[in-house]
T-cell receptor
Framework: EDKVVQSPLSLVVHEGDTVTLNCSYEVTNFRSLLWYKQEKKAPTFLFMLTSSGIEKKSGRLSSILDKKELSSILNITATQTGDSAIYLCAVCKLLAQKLVFGQGTRLTINP | DAEITQSPRHKITETGRQVTLACHQTWNHNNMFWYRQDLGHGLRLIHYSYGVQDTNKGEVSDGYSVSRSNTEDLPLTLESAASSQTSVYFC???????????FGPGTRLTVL
């Protein structure tokens, strides 16, 4: 059975801290891994990773995939209160367009 | 601008009633998906469609059905609503060549 596990499930930090969110997967026929941010509404797309070791970056957010370890991390530097959200990791399989999601990490940034 | 919409945004119904949640996208995407989101479970796939007249069951399909008569719409029907179906429901769509899915704003359904 395909499985995506995120850790931690919940994290509270102070503004300005750096955080690392983890995602591990056990999926047959892996194609890509995606990160989404969800505030009080629909998830919005952050990154899609297909190749191991290549960092994707957008402002203070970055992510990297390790296919050997079957995992990915999402880093957020110099956190701001606007980064407070649930961060979702999902895996897409070959020959299928559907995603398998992890439980999400609830990140809270305190001022 | 292309978008994906859901209606209603909030719905309260009674156990045993039939409920239909609408999803409409103007991206002209072939792929459409229905998820439910519950605390501690992330997003779980209910049903999905790769094109007109195509529907497939996801991991939590019991008690739900969908039909795809055109590219733009994938309505989700709860045949006989149960309290366990109280949840937030998200519709999503994606194009043929891309994995990224675009999500609708969600429908909060309460079954009393």
């Amino acid at each position: 059975e395909d499985k995506v596990v995120q850790s931690p499930l919940s994290l509270v930090v102070h503004e300005g801290d750096t955080v690392t969110l983890n995602c591990s997967y056990e999926v047959t026929n892996f194609r890509s891994l995606l990160w989404y941010k969800q505030e009080k509404k629909a998830p919005t797309f952050l990154f899609m990773l297909t190749s191991s070791g290549i960092e994707k970056k957008s402002g203070r957010l970055s992510s990297i995939l390790d296919k050997k370890e079957l995992s990915s991390i999402l880093n957020i530097t110099a956190t701001q209160t606007g980064d407070s959200a649930i961060y979702l990791c999902a895996v897409c399989k070959l020959l299928a367009q559907k995603l398998v999601f992890g439980q999400g990490t609830r990140l809270t940034i305190n001022p | 601008d292309a978008e994906i919409t859901q209606s209603p945004r909030h719905k309260i119904t009674e156990t045993g009633r039939q409920v239909t949640l609408a999803c409409h996208q103007t991206w002209n995407h072939n792929n459409m998906f229905w998820y439910r989101q519950d605390l501690g479970h992330g997003l779980r796939l209910i049903h999905y469609s790769y094109g007109v007249q195509d529907t497939n069951k996801g991991e939590v399909s019991d008690g739900y059905s969908v039909s795809r008569s055109n590219t733009e719409d994938l309505p989700l029907t709860l045949e006989s609503a149960a309290s366990s179906q109280t949840s937030v429901y998200f519709c999503a769509s994606s194009g043929l060549a891309y994995n990224e899915q675009f999500f609708g704003p969600g429908t909060r359904l309460t079954v009393l």
